[in-house]
Every structure is written in C-alpha cells, then in structure tokens.
C-alpha cells in the first residue's frame, strides 16, 4: 500500500501508527522491531532527560526523569536511591521516575556517576 493511500486515524481506535520498517500497523507489524516510545516526543536514543514539571501538582515543581531502561526493578532501585540522596518523596511508573521537588542538578551528578549519559531538557 503506497504511504498517501493508508489510514492515520479511525473514529473507533484513534490515531494508528506505522511500523518504520515494513510499514505495516504496529499490531501488524511483521519485522517486530517497533518501539513506541514511553511518552509522545520523548525519544528512546539512550540519553536519560531530566526535566522541571509543573503540571497537574498547584504550581508546585518536580523533576521528572525519562529515558531510563524499561527495568521495573531498576527504576524502582534508582528511584529509591534518588529519593534518599534529594531527602523527598517521589514514584517511579511507566518508565519514568518523578521526584518532589527541584532537584536536578544533585540528580544529574549522580545519574552521571551511575554511568548514564545524561541531558537536562526543557530549561
């Protein structure tokens, strides 16, 4: 099916998304090799981003960290280890790890230490 002749979205599903190698639906896919990312926009290329969130908490800021492996064990490892070092609470779900407050650069020092690449984002 050429590209300009497929669906892009349906009414019932929402928006379908296409496999970048053989170009079929990724439920469909036949190579296996689709890897949506954990967040639309965030990309998966190995970096750990750390950014200040203010959505949904009063105005109140927290920092949210992506791009770690899908391990829940490890996030749930890590994310301990980053709520002692910044002394406040925090969660770890669906790939990401958020921490009350702005801690970013204490995060960043020792995510560095961990040996991850790291990159802060959005200011």
Do not use: N, W
Not at 37 to 49: E, I, L, N, S, W
Request: with cysteine.
């Amino acid at each position: 099916m050429p590209a300009h002749d497929r669906v892009v979205y349906s009414t019932g599903i929402g928006r379908i998304r296409y496999c970048q190698r053989c170009h079929q639906p990724e439920d469909a896919c036949r190579c296996g090799k689709t890897a949506a990312p954990a967040r639309p926009g965030m990309p998966r290329d190995g970096v750990v981003r750390i950014t200040l969130d203010r959505k949904g908490r009063a105005g109140k800021p927290g920092t949210l960290i992506t791009g770690l492996p899908d391990d829940e064990a490890l996030l749930a490892s890590i994310s301990q280890t980053l709520k002692r070092l910044c002394g406040s609470g925090g969660t770890s779900k669906g790939g990401e790890i958020f921490i009350q407050g702005d801690h970013r650069t204490s995060i960043e020092k020792k995510l560095t230490e961990l040996g991850y690449r790291v990159k802060r984002a959005g200011g």
